[in-house]
């Protein structure tokens, strides 16, 4: 694999380490404005990453490839929508593709190369974030300034938000592995980031993933749970309260007007799984098997037929909807209704959620095999007992392999994150690196010196 040389710091001071050119390429797609090119280059770049980091395609991946065909097959008999269906194919393939590949044979005694993975994404976290803190104060009045060299397009503060919250995770593991200052003042520098993103959804997915990563069922751990779980909604309350009153009564408003849900003027968020349960359990076919890649409420759907979204690229754009996206979710969010300033934008009126769009656009069957899928997967990396003299690496990459697993799955559930490649890209590299270092410590591998973390 090629590779090129980057500054690296430790306890011995500061030298040289070659880092992979692939690795280059997946810091910049993911954590600058370099990240448009993905919609471009998405395929390609999974496609090298199958070659650099030695992934196996596996049955699990054909399973899902043959419902998917299924689906759109099926769909058919409803009309050739074939722009949305290949623009939500374009972002589902490579996705399930690393997801639920499995690393391959690694040579014994190869370099561990999640450290160096993340000093190269943390040098691009730190001018992100250092650049936002310049920006905050230069547009006081903006609650959407601190966007770095990250870029508004797309997901802008939100995705770098996550992209702190990622840092954060690693630097805050690390610490609790190897117990060294320089490992909690970078979780606390990319935690403080992650809040100045101001994505409330965001930060509460971050301490819920936090949360679930230690939890189990005992009562002294449910109770520390309940503990922590306040203290951090009350530590992100006062800090919003200082740094950003206006997106606090913001948020605040938003969550009260939840309350109020009815099926004609509630948060269009849990209107679109209403609308859902209201019509596809009545269609067997499309409940089972879906109405079709792109074709209800996905990003891809609203990409191609909505006529005040997503215009980048106008090429993609039909004049046609799909029946369930016309009458089931185009309603729920548009130019008529997304104002910000009658609360009618944000987070609880978004009808977007990637497990939404599985179940209508890729049907029951899809979603159930993912999900248990996705859990084989968690427990066959996670369940096996540590080998005998396990080091704290064991425990730093466990945690984070739970950490970035729990967070992906919830993000999916908030909104259309599987349509993201910035973000599903870089959280399913991580997810293969760490994956092939455990297995390499089950193998036997010895544990890296203090030093060299």
Same mark, same amino acid.
């Given at each position: 694999?090629?590779?090129?040389?980057?500054?690296?710091?430790?306890?011995?001071?500061?030298?040289?380490?070659?880092?992979?050119?692939?690795?280059i390429?997946?810091?910049?797609?993911?954590?600058?404005?370099?990240?448009?090119s $993905?919609?471009?280059?998405?395929?390609?770049?999974?496609?090298?990453?199958? @070659?650099?980091?030695?992934?196996? %395609?596996?049955?699990r991946?054909?399973? $899902?490839l043959i419902?998917?065909?299924?689906?759109w097959?099926?769909?058919?008999?409803?009309?050739? #929508?074939?722009?949305?269906?290949?623009?939500?194919?374009y972002?589902?393939?490579p +996705?399930?593709l690393? *997801?639920?590949?499995?690393?391959?044979?690694?040579?014994?005694?190869?370099?561990?190369?999640?450290?160096? #993975?993340?000093?190269?994404?943390?040098?691009?976290?730190?001018?992100?974030?250092?650049?936002?803190?310049?920006?905050?104060?230069?547009?006081?009045?903006?609650? /959407?300034? #601190?966007?770095?060299?990250y870029?508004e397009?797309?997901?802008s503060?939100?995705?770098?938000?996550?992209?702190?919250?990622?840092?954060?995770?690693?630097?805050?593991?690390?610490?609790?592995?190897?117990?060294?200052?320089? =490992?909690?003042?970078?979780?606390? +520098?990319?935690?403080?980031?992650? @809040?100045?993103?101001?994505?409330?959804?965001?930060?509460?997915?971050?301490?819920?993933?936090?949360?679930?990563?230690?939890?189990n069922?005992? *009562?002294?751990?449910?109770?520390?749970?309940?503990?922590?779980?306040?203290?951090?909604?009350a530590?992100?309350?006062?800090a919003?309260?200082?740094?950003?009153?206006?997106? *606090?009564?913001?948020?605040?408003?938003?969550?009260k007007?939840m309350?109020? +849900?009815?099926?004609?003027?509630g948060?269009?968020?849990?209107?679109?799984?209403?609308?859902?349960?209201?019509?596809?359990? =009545?269609?067997?076919? /499309?409940?089972l %098997?879906?109405?079709?890649?792109?074709?209800f409420?996905?990003?891809?759907?609203?990409?191609?037929?909505?006529?005040?979204?997503?215009?980048?690229?106008?090429?993609?754009?039909?004049?046609?909807q799909?029946y369930?996206?016309?009458?089931?979710?185009?309603?729920l969010?548009?130019?008529?209704?997304?104002?910000?300033?009658?609360?009618? /934008?944000?987070?609880?009126?978004?009808p977007?959620?990637?497990l939404?769009? %599985?179940?209508?656009?890729?049907?029951f069957?899809?979603?159930f +095999? %993912?999900?248990?899928?996705?859990?084989?997967?968690?427990?066959?990396?996670?369940?096996?007992?540590?080998?005998?003299?396990?080091?704290?690496?064991?425990?730093?990459?466990?945690?984070?392999f739970?950490?970035?697993?729990?967070?992906?799955? $919830?993000?999916?559930?908030?909104?259309?994150?599987?349509?993201?490649a910035e973000?599903?890209?870089?959280?399913?590299?991580?997810?293969?690196?760490?994956?092939?270092?455990?297995?390499?410590i =089950?193998?036997?591998?010895?544990?890296?010196?203090?030093?060299?973390?």
């Amino acid at each position: 694999m090629a590779e090129t040389l980057q500054l690296k710091t430790n306890a011995d001071g500061i030298r040289l380490e070659r880092v992979p050119v692939f690795f280059i390429i997946i810091i910049l797609v993911t954590g600058t404005f370099l990240r448009i090119s $993905l919609l471009a280059v998405y395929p390609f770049v999974v496609l090298l990453a199958f @070659i650099s980091l030695r992934l196996r %395609f596996t049955r699990r991946i054909l399973d $899902l490839l043959i419902l998917i065909a299924l689906s759109w097959l099926l769909s058919l008999s409803q009309g050739l #929508f074939l722009k949305y269906n290949l623009v939500s194919l374009y972002y589902m393939i490579p +996705f399930l593709l690393l *997801l639920f590949a499995t690393p391959g044979k690694t040579v014994p005694g190869s370099r561990d190369m999640v450290p160096v #993975f993340f000093y190269g994404l943390s040098i691009i976290g730190v001018i992100n974030d250092i650049t936002g803190f310049i920006q905050v104060p230069l547009r006081p009045v903006s609650d /959407d300034s #601190f966007t770095g060299i990250y870029s508004e397009f797309s997901l802008s503060i939100n995705g770098l938000s996550i992209v702190n919250a990622v840092l954060f995770g690693y630097y805050c593991f690390s610490f609790l592995a190897y117990r060294r200052r320089k =490992h909690l003042l970078a979780a606390l +520098f990319f935690l403080l980031s992650s @809040i100045m993103g101001f994505y409330g959804a965001g930060l509460m997915i971050l301490i819920a993933a936090f949360i679930l990563t230690f939890f189990n069922a005992k *009562l002294s751990n449910i109770i520390k749970t309940v503990f922590i779980s306040l203290l951090a909604l009350a530590t992100v309350y006062y800090a919003l309260s200082v740094m950003k009153p206006r997106v *606090l009564r913001y948020n605040v408003t938003n969550f009260k007007r939840m309350y109020n +849900f009815t099926a004609d003027n509630g948060a269009r968020k849990v209107r679109a799984f209403y609308n859902y349960y209201k019509v596809y359990p =009545h269609n067997i076919k /499309d409940f089972l %098997f879906g109405s079709g890649p792109g074709t209800f409420n996905s990003r891809s759907a609203f990409m191609v037929g909505s006529p005040f979204y997503f215009n980048v690229v106008r090429s993609i754009k039909s004049p046609e909807q799909p029946y369930y996206f016309k009458n089931y979710a185009y309603p729920l969010w548009n130019d008529t209704n997304t104002s910000m300033a009658l609360f009618q /934008d944000g987070f609880r009126n978004q009808p977007f959620s990637s497990l939404l769009a %599985f179940l209508g656009e890729y049907g029951f069957l899809f979603t159930f +095999f %993912f999900v248990l899928y996705l859990v084989q997967y968690y427990r066959k990396v996670i369940t096996p007992r540590p080998p005998p003299n396990t080091g704290p690496r064991y425990y730093l990459y466990i945690r984070l392999f739970k950490f970035l697993l729990v967070m992906l799955l $919830l993000l999916m559930i908030a909104d259309n994150y599987f349509e993201y490649a910035e973000i599903t890209l870089l959280i399913t590299i991580v997810l293969k690196l760490l994956q092939a270092e455990i297995i390499k410590i =089950h193998a036997g591998e010895p544990e890296p010196s203090i030093a060299g973390r």
